[in-house]
């Protein structure tokens, strides 16, 4: 899995008004909510291996920039992608008076659905997204531990 790097500065989410010297809460929130989702997967996609008998392995790699997309390659032979749309909107769970605004991101997952071997496209597809992931993951890609 390819996942932000703990300490970049993200493209999104951020506050709107941006960050300041007193830290960056939207930052801490978000890392907090990426290494907790980030277990919730490598446990359940783990347990597959207990109830279904799937071979799986799982592992993290940090990149220095914000990811615009959510992709999933599976069994080399399916892509689900899904575009990170960007809103506004109050963060937290303060009042409306005291909300800070902050850009954040949501990815519908599957955006796209094609299948290998159904047109050629889709193949093509399938094949250059997982070169790119390859790509990322050999070259920029480090390791990453969960923590927080």
């Known amino acids: 899995m390819l996942l932000p790097g703990r300490d970049l500065d993200l493209a999104f989410p951020v506050p709107v008004e941006g960050r300041d010297d007193a830290g960056d809460p939207v930052h801490e929130r978000w890392l907090i909510q990426r290494n907790a989702q980030a277990r919730v997967l490598r446990h359940n996609l783990l347990a597959l291996r207990a109830t279904h008998g799937v071979d799986v392995s799982v592992s993290f790699r940090a990149l220095p920039f914000t990811p ?37 991101r949501r990815a519908p997952v599957p955006a796209v659905r094609l299948r290998a071997g159904t047109v050629l496209r889709g193949t093509a597809f399938v094949e250059w997204s997982r070169l790119w992931f390859d790509a990322l993951w050999e070259t920029i890609g480090s390791d990453l531990v969960l923590t927080g």
């Open 68 to 104: 615009p997309v959510k992709l999933y390659l599976l069994n080399g032979g399916e892509a689900l992608i899904g575009y990170y749309m960007l809103t506004r909107r109050a963060a937290g769970r303060r009042s409306a008076r005291s909300a800070r605004r902050r850009t954040t």
